[in-house]
């Protein structure tokens, strides 16, 4: 419609231009003529509408003859219409012939010609002729460049509808900032400038067309799930147009149903209602009961309506939509193939199984027979729920094959999408795609268990999809840790500095009267954060590289695998069953690829996660006890670690055999448990029977070939004076540290510095890497921060892990941490929803700061996400509970491990229970003396901690560290 818009603002500003042979009277009834078509058009009398635009075409043949202007604009006219309806190769022969005539007048007319391409390029986009339709839009907007007097409100309108095409491509990345270009330009040019406000004219046209904008980019924001933004627009949108027009114009209908959509599907029904039922009431007055927008409006309502289980009422509506469209734009029109599929999702939660399944075969038929094929996103959709559909009437294996096909396409969308999203954006987009995956995933438990090949296939989906947000992070921040371009590095500074200045306020608890200011501080940093985030995203060109790993497959990954390894895969997910359709819990899963002689992916049912995770926390409260000095008891450790062994080793070692070092990759409750502390009853630990590394997913292992140039020395972080007066600003005056943290106090650990000489010693002696031994009041944040790329990191002291409960003794390098204590009531709680301000560990000059209410010395894992490590090989943490954190299935620890490698290190060493003091200083002597020596990290680290269990039985004292990444 657009287009079509636009093309009549040229026909009013230039006018007809009459022959000759016509009157000034004749040509103005034939514009007259050629707008009430348009009327009719706009109020959905198709056939009227037609016969009245053929009548004018065959007038303005009569009297200017087959090659006139007037005529150009008579056909595009009556193509518009045919397009309306469906009738596409009709529509696109009008639209030639239109786009024929005024090319030859587009030296004269350049505005004319852009404005017939663009009619042209909406058809083809309409109808999947992306290639076409983009080189018509370009054309329009080289033509529209060459206009003397620029009209920028129809370049920008051009560019809009590139954007749309864009958009209905899944090429998100490329229309987001044609669209807020577009909104941008328009509001500027709602501001009335000083003769407006002179002469008291009216804004009302530059303020529709803004609130038009703000639909344009709330629209794409919905497809890109930013679902904040689209209701911010959404909502200011719909307020312009109740402020200018009347409530009966089809402008405001459309504006209250695009709210009550995003209302509707956000958790705001009683709000939806009111205005989806407005909408239709409104729309019936306006249109009557047979026009394709009313259509769509009792689709929306429809929809509301099957959420609130009232499916009848439902169906009565989605009947009558269907029926408006197939008779106005025909049965396989976009618009109602999408109330077809409606009406068959309200089929499937009646439990009309056969019905839903024919007409989904249907839809599915359709889409794939049009032009967008198998790249249309909806296509996926179409996929999926026809799968459900067979999935629920026992046809399994048909459903498996259309799932499959349909996470390929979700895929491609994904990989486009985080080329723009910030993180948290992609995590939140990424957790309705993932139920898609681990249904998939349950499903081939449940009925493809005996097919040789479907454990490959499934675990090569698992590849593509684990750890994504990660690994798309690690991408985007290396390549900005790489670039030359001077305004990436300052505008990568700047987002540093914001990540920290809203580390520090999201740790403060804020007076009462101060509490309004402190939320807006955040709020503003944070909206800062997001727009840097996304920004440097699609300036770092990172997805220039992306395909590669995307593309990892079990058979790259067995090629990876160095002789006599295996990787084990770990995946959780729901316990589905589909007759009767419920989830029956969750359960762990587990993938096996080796490179062993005639080995095949396995893949293995572990049981319910919900006592395996039990067992794990029993361990893990039997090691707490031993560290806080309290009475533990070792035969029960000793049972737990056996059971553990018997529910998640025990299922694997059939196919272990020849296997000598395993590669893991954890998921959920899995990440808590260090592997090698587990046995079978009066068996050795697996320690003593594989060396184990773990990564956050396969794809990593492709990257352990690759290295970069390091400042070649070893930074060593030991002993902090905690105490240390730190004059880095001065007290809050208006809140505080949170309550709770400000009453910590951190304990010097002599033996950190016993430690560290020791390894600097080991290092100087046995390598050539220059060591830079930091202790006392040296070991300060700022000294840290400012660090890059140094080839080892090793950081002796406390560690910490914010959660609601304390533990942790006086001979451990840590404090599990501090206890979450609510309020006096009446007060503010400042809530620590970034989860990578959990965790961290503690440098010089913390307490002093602590009791000022600074966070100086408090070194979160959000500040470490800041540092320049690309290029360092080892981080080694030294400390208690470094390797704990938020977990989020699928993704991973959100904690130090995650911060240290999305910084750049390429192999970290990490702790996940409190550690003794004294016993871990030997352990990592012991673990440097061998690098030194040449041994590799993993061995090191593995022959480290079997000696120390040759002097230390206990697991406590040796079993907390684990080594992630390359073992190289």
């Known amino acids: 419609m657009r287009s079509l818009l636009l093309l009549l603002i040229v026909a009013l500003l230039t006018g007809p231009v009459p022959a000759l042979a016509a009157s000034y009277e004749e040509a103005s009834d034939l514009l007259m003529e050629r707008r009430y078509a348009q009327k009719l058009l706009a109020a959905g009398r198709y056939e009227e509408a037609l016969k009245q635009a053929r009548q004018v075409l065959a007038n303005a043949r009569r009297l200017f003859g087959t090659e006139h202007r007037d005529t150009a604009m008579s056909l595009d006219t009556v193509a518009a219409i045919l397009r309306k309806m469906g009738r596409f190769d009709e529509s696109e022969r009008y639209f030639v012939q239109a786009l024929q005539i005024v090319r030859a007048h587009r030296q004269e007319a350049p505005a004319d010609y852009a404005a017939a391409l663009q009619n042209l390029a909406g058809l083809y986009r309409e109808t999947g002729r992306y290639t076409e339709s983009e080189q018509l839009y370009r054309e329009a907007i080289e033509t ?48 009335p400038d000083a003769l407006s406000l002179r002469m008291h004219l009216s804004m009302d046209r530059q303020r529709l067309f803004l609130a038009d904008r703000m639909s344009s980019l709330a629209g794409l924001y919905l497809k890109m799930r930013r679902t904040r933004e689209a209701t911010e627009l959404t909502a200011a949108a719909l307020e312009i147009k109740r402020q200018i027009l009347k409530p009966d114009d089809p402008r405001l209908i459309r504006e209250m149903n695009n709210l009550g959509m995003i209302y509707r599907d956000n958790g705001r029904p009683q709000e939806a209602e009111g205005l989806l039922q407005q909408a239709v009431t409104s729309a019936r007055n306006v249109y009557g009961n047979r026009h394709p927008e009313l259509a769509v409006y009792l689709d929306n309502l429809a929809l509301l309506l099957q959420r609130k289980e009232a499916y009848a009422q439902a169906e009565k509506l989605q009947q009558e939509a269907i029926s408006i469209s197939a008779h106005s734009l025909g049965g396989s029109h976009p618009t109602t193939l999408m109330q077809r599929n409606n009406l068959a999702v309200n089929y499937l939660m009646q439990e009309r199984y056969a019905a839903a399944e024919q007409l989904l075969h249907d839809i599915l038929t359709d889409s794939l027979a049009g032009p967008t094929g198998t790249h249309y996103p909806e296509v996926a959709t179409r996929m999926t729920n026809l799968a459900d559909a067979l999935r629920l009437q026992g046809k399994h294996l048909e459903a498996h094959r259309l799932q499959t096909e349909a996470l390929r396409i979700k895929e491609r969308k994904r990989d486009d999408l985080f080329q723009l999203l910030t993180e948290q954006q992609k995590l939140q987009y990424l957790q309705e795609e993932m139920a898609f995956v681990r249904l998939h995933l349950a499903h081939t438990r449940q009925v493809l268990a005996q097919d040789p090949g479907a454990a490959a296939t499934a675990l090569d989906v698992w590849l593509r999809w684990k750890g994504i947000v990660m690994e798309s992070q690690g991408r985007y921040l290396d390549a900005l840790y790489r670039t030359d371009d001077p305004a990436l590095k300052q505008q990568f500074e700047e987002l540093v500095a914001v990540r920290r200045q809203l580390a520090g306020l999201q740790l403060v608890q804020p007076a009462p009267q101060s509490a309004q200011s402190h939320a807006t501080r955040i709020e503003l940093l944070e ?200 004059h880095t600003g001065e007290a809050r005056p208006h809140g505080e540290l949170l309550a709770q943290l400000t009453s910590l106090q951190f304990s010097r650990l002599p033996d950190t510095k016993v430690e560290t000489d020791a390894i600097a010693g080991l290092l100087r002696h046995g390598t050539q890497i220059k060591v830079q031994n930091l202790a006392g009041r040296q070991a300060l944040e700022s000294t840290l921060l400012a660090q890059s790329q140094p080839r080892i990191l090793h950081l002796a002291t406390h560690g910490f892990f914010l959660q609601d409960e304390t533990s942790g003794g006086s001979e451990t390098r840590g404090l599990k941490a501090v206890q979450l204590i609510k309020p006096a009531s009446g007060a503010a709680h400042t809530q620590l929803t970034n989860p990578m301000l959990r965790s961290g560990i503690a440098l010089a000059g913390v307490n002093g700061a602590l009791a000022r209410g600074r966070d100086d010395g408090l070194v979160t894992a959000e500040k470490i996400l800041g540092m320049r490590l690309l290029g360092t090989d080892l981080v080694t943490l030294s400390a208690c509970e470094t390797g704990v954190g938020d977990i989020k299935a699928g993704e991973g620890v959100f904690g130090l491990k995650r911060a240290f490698i999305l910084a750049g290190a390429r192999t970290v060493v990490l702790s996940l229970w409190s550690v003794p003091s004294r016993e871990t200083t030997e352990l990592m002597t012991e673990f440097y003396r061998l690098m030194a020596s040449g041994t590799p990290k993993a061995a090191a680290l593995r022959q480290a901690q079997r000696t120390m269990l040759g002097k230390y039985p206990h697991p406590f004292y040796w079993g907390a560290f684990q080594l992630v990444g390359s073992p190289d």
Request: glycine share 8%; aromatic share 10%.
């Open 144 to 191: 529209l460049k060459t206009v003397e007097q620029k009209d920028d409100e129809a370049l920008i309108s051009v560019y809009g509808n590139l954007a749309v095409l864009y958009q209905n491509q899944g090429r998100y990345a490329e229309a987001e900032p044609l669209l807020k270009a577009e909104y941008e330009w328009a509001l500027k040019a709602a501001q």
């Open 527 to 726: 909206y800062r954060k997001e727009q840097l985030e996304t920004d440097l995203t699609k300036r770092s060109a990172v997805y220039a590289k992306a395909g590669t790993s995307q593309r990892f497959t079990s058979n790259e990954l067995r090629k990876l695998l160095p002789k006599g390894a295996a990787y084990i895969d770990f995946v959780l997910v729901e316990d589905w069953h589909f007759q009767p359709l419920e989830v029956r819990g969750l359960r762990y899963l587990a993938f096996i690829v080796s490179n062993q002689p005639g080995a095949t992916v396995q893949m293995l049912d572990l049981g319910p996660s919900g006592s395996i995770n039990q067992v794990i926390t029993d361990y893990r409260r039997q090691i707490a006890a031993q560290a806080g000095g309290g009475k533990a008891d070792t035969s029960r450790l000793v049972a737990v670690a056996a059971e553990l062994h018997a529910r998640i080793v025990a299922p694997l070692l059939p196919y272990l055999q020849g296997v000598s070092s395993l590669i893991i990759s954890p998921d959920a409750g899995l990440h808590l448990l260090p592997f090698e502390v587990l046995r079978a009853k009066g068996k050795p630990y697996l320690l003593e029977q594989y060396a184990i590394s773990y990564v956050g997913s396969g794809r990593d292992m492709a990257r352990f070939g690759t290295s970069v140039a390091s400042s070649g020395k070893a930074l060593l972080f030991a002993d902090p004076d905690y105490d240390l007066p730190l």
